[in-house]
T-cell receptor
Framework: DTAVSQTPKYLVTQMGNDKSIKCEQN?????MYWYKQDSKKFLKIMFS???????INETVPNRFSPKSPDKAHLNLHINSLELGDSAVYFC????????????FGPGTRLTVT | GESVGLHLPTLSVQEGDNSIINCAYS??????FIWYKQESGKGPQFIID?????DKRQGQRVTVLLNKTVKHLSLQIAATQPGDSAVYFC?????????????FGQGTILTVHP
């Protein structure tokens, strides 16, 4: 069984469009994260939710809006896509906000043209 | 600001050799340190972690060493295999109440030649 899954795996879209990435975990974890990995492999946290509550909100353009309908799901909606948004976006989950061992999904490669 | 860096961005070894990947961090309040392995096209995968009350921890073929005095940690992989080829990241927490926030290093590309 897949522990952390993301859809879609690849996303190619044009500038100005709005797109969403979905994430689901079946590990029973309370905390979920969104990370962005750029072309140089640099991995940076964007958001974290604990039991549907936003607990980490890094300096990210407000075009990015996470939503957690329940603790097993965390979606990322991006408005007015820009070229610089092209990256691989990873979802991760962890047992709780005080625990650091995080389990990552396979990633969504977003290409904005 | 907090930064986490690596001394070597790439490491090339022969199969069977031991590998050592280094990481420096800047935040003296960090008390949790973790190593991840990322294979091509996949998400990072947990390898081993260590807390600041320890200076060494061993897993299967891997050992993490922590030197808090100089803010340095390393990952040692024994008898490196081609399947160990990947990008390796160290990550550290911010210390205190940081809600699981990890700061990742830039990554080291490990290539193992048969």
């Amino acid at each position: 069984d897949t522990a952390v899954s993301q859809t879609p795996k690849y996303l190619v879209t044009q500038m100005g469009n709005d797109k969403s990435i979905k994430c689901e975990q079946n590990l029973g974890h309370d905390t979920m994260y969104w990370y962005k990995q750029d072309s140089k492999k640099f991995l940076k946290i964007m958001f974290s939710y604990n039991n549907k509550e936003l607990i980490i909100n890094e300096t990210v353009p407000n075009r990015f809006s996470p939503k957690s309908p329940d603790k097993a799901h965390l979606n990322l909606h991006i408005n007015s896509l820009e070229l610089g948004d092209s990256a691989v976006y990873f979802c991760a989950s962890g047992p709780g906000p005080g625990a650091y061992e995080q389990y990552f999904g396979p990633g969504t490669r977003l290409t904005v043209t | 600001g907090e930064s986490v860096g690596l001394h070597l961005p790439t490491l090339s070894v022969q199969e069977g050799d031991n590998s050592i990947i280094n990481c420096a961090y800047s935040n003296s309040a960090s008390d949790y340190f973790i190593w991840y392995k990322q294979e091509s096209g996949k998400g990072p995968q947990f390898i081993i972690d260590i807390r600041s009350n320890m200076d060494k921890r061993q897993g299967q073929r891997v050992t993490v060493l922590l030197n808090k005095t100089v803010k340095h940690l390393s990952l040692q992989i024994a008898a490196t295999q081609p399947g160990d080829s990947a990008v390796y990241f160290c990550a550290v927490n911010a210390g205190g109440t940081s809600y699981g926030k990890l700061t990742f290093g830039q990554g080291t590309i490990l290539t193992v030649h048969p």
